[in-house]
């Protein structure tokens, strides 16, 4: 079974902190989303990466940035944390970028920015 | 106007209905996918489909390609069936989500 963790089920920080979140798959598979999902909106793609140290924007990634520099790990970094940057984060992987391939998805981190 | 919408947003049903949610798209699209997630945020992929129909025990998704429409049907619903239905549409390299559909099954 492919397994996506996440590091924090749930986070509360403080406006303008470093906020880091960490997700882990041990499926060997190239591709990694950060999603935030938030009510009336649904699930929103913030950044993926499809190769160590390759990523691209996804729609929404004012105030976000990411790192992977292993192919298992993706994180989701908030520079400055904002009140409106509280949502449920979620991960998600995928072996290959084929139209046909299934996303698998973390557990999710729900952030509360104070 | 959204590029993927659902219907209903929220549906309640008695224990053993038949459970329809649909999803209406309105661009080109490689493939689509039906996800649950259950309280406590989990996503787990249900159905991946671009043509027909496909079946898993109760549950049963079809796709019409040239209505751009999907369903999702639930037979002998039960309360452990209660999540939120979200339908994503699959484009070049990413999924386009839904707002999902929240189901409640009363016993």
């Known amino acids: 079974d492919v397994k996506v963790t996440q590091s924090s089920r749930y986070l509360v920080k403080r406006t303008g902190e470093k906020v880091f979140l960490e997700c882990v798959q041990d499926?060997?598979?190239?591709?990694m989303f950060w999603y935030r999902q938030d009510p009336g909106l649904g699930l929103r793609l913030i950044y993926f990466s499809y190769d160590v140290k390759m990523k691209e924007k996804g729609d929404i990634p004012e105030g976000y940035s990411v790192s992977r520099e292993k192919k298992e790990r993706f994180s989701l970094i908030l520079e400055s944390a904002s009140t409106n940057q509280t949502s449920m984060y979620l991960c998600?992987?995928?072996?290959?970028?084929?139209?046909?391939?299934?996303?698998?998805f973390g557990p999710g981190t729900r952030l509360t920015v104070l | 106007k959204n590029e993927v919408e659902q219907s209903p947003q929220n549906l309640t049903a008695q224990e053993g209905e038949f459970i329809t949610i649909n999803c209406s798209y309105s661009?080109?699209?490689?493939?689509l996918h039906w996800l649950q997630q259950h309280p406590g945020g989990g996503i787990v992929s249900l159905f991946m489909?671009?043509?027909g129909k496909k079946k898993h025990g109760r549950l049963i998704a079809t796709i019409n390609i040239q209505e751009k429409h999907s369903s999702l049907h639930i037979t002998a619903s039960h309360p452990r069936d209660s999540a939120v239905y979200i339908c994503a549409l699959r484009g070049a390299q990413k999924l386009v989500f839904g707002q999902g559909t929240r189901l409640t099954i009363n016993p």
């Open positions: 499926m060997d598979h190239e591709n």
């Open positions: 661009v080109g699209i490689s493939a």
């Open positions: 489909l671009s043509s």
């Open positions: 998600a992987s995928s072996l290959t970028s084929g139209a046909t391939d299934t996303q698998y």
